[in-house]
């Protein structure tokens, strides 16, 4: 199952769920998804094709409205970018209630095993438990927006509109490789996104104007992808990566 962010009806849709990288589902099939910044979290069942909300989350938005969810593993938290000055709101699916937050620290994701939550920020990347968000320590590099491996404790990030990528094992509090984003003729492309593919190998970059595909060890550029309309960033689901 393949689960994106895109814009319906002028309203930018988010998914959280826990399938593959960027598309999150819980275990038992559901997807969380709010449109627009001020609606409420909708809540729909993976099988129905008749796509009709089976619960929903209201009360939740900040002054600044909703930037960005994710949902643990287990599929029993969600956590919520309520925007900039306010905070990353923790919260308990079965109540829908807050249960605890740590002040807004710019655009976040999870580990794998969901107990440690990554976010970047004016030029730092933070790394937090999520049982208390306890700082576990911040780092001096920027990895925006942060994007983990599904295989690996690895996230991976270039700064908005610049070139250079960065990939960083936050259990070994290392840099596993940083380059310059180039496309096949070797023009260097300012990044809009960095996905990373599950098996930890290559890194797909969307800039401006074109998809580059990095192989993470040579750091070579393996194929570039013009494209003909505004996408935001890749995901990965069974069939391979889809960019939208």
Not at 5 to 10: I, P, Q, Y
Not at 64 to 91: E, H, N
Not at 128 to 146: A, C, H, K, Q, V
Not at 163 to 171: G, K
Request: hydrophobic content about 40%.
């Amino acid at each position: 199952v393949l689960l994106v962010s895109t814009f319906v009806s002028g309203f930018l849709i988010h998914c959280a769920s826990e399938r593959g990288v960027n598309s999150r589902t819980t275990p038992d099939e559901r997807v969380y998804a709010f449109s627009s910044y001020f609606r409420p979290i909708y809540c729909y069942a993976v099988d129905d094709t008749s796509h009709r909300v089976i619960d929903s989350i209201t009360g939740l938005v900040g002054p600044s409205g909703l930037y960005q969810m994710r949902i643990s593993p287990d599929g029993r938290w969600l956590y919520l970018g309520r925007g900039p000055g306010t905070d990353i709101a923790k919260v308990d699916v079965a109540s829908k209630k807050v249960v605890d937050s740590v002040l807004d620290m710019g655009m976040f994701t999870l580990s794998g095993t969901g107990d440690t939550l990554i976010a970047s920020r004016m030029s730092r990347t933070y790394l937090f438990r999520t049982s208390d968000f306890s700082l576990i320590r911040e780092l001096p590099i920027y990895i925006y927006p942060p994007e983990r491996c599904a295989s690996k404790p690895w996230v991976v990030g270039g700064a908005w509109l610049d070139s250079q990528i960065t990939v960083y094992d936050f259990e070994q509090d290392s840099v596993i490789a940083q380059g310059i984003c180039r496309d096949k003729t070797g023009d260097a492309q300012s990044t809009r996104h960095v996905s990373i593919d599950p098996n930890g190998k290559r890194l797909w970059a969307i800039t401006n104007q074109k998809a580059v595909v990095i192989d993470i060890q040579t750091w070579t550029t393996v194929a570039d992808y013009w494209l003909y309309t505004a996408l935001g960033q890749v995901s990965f689901g069974k069939g391979g990566a889809v960019a939208y």
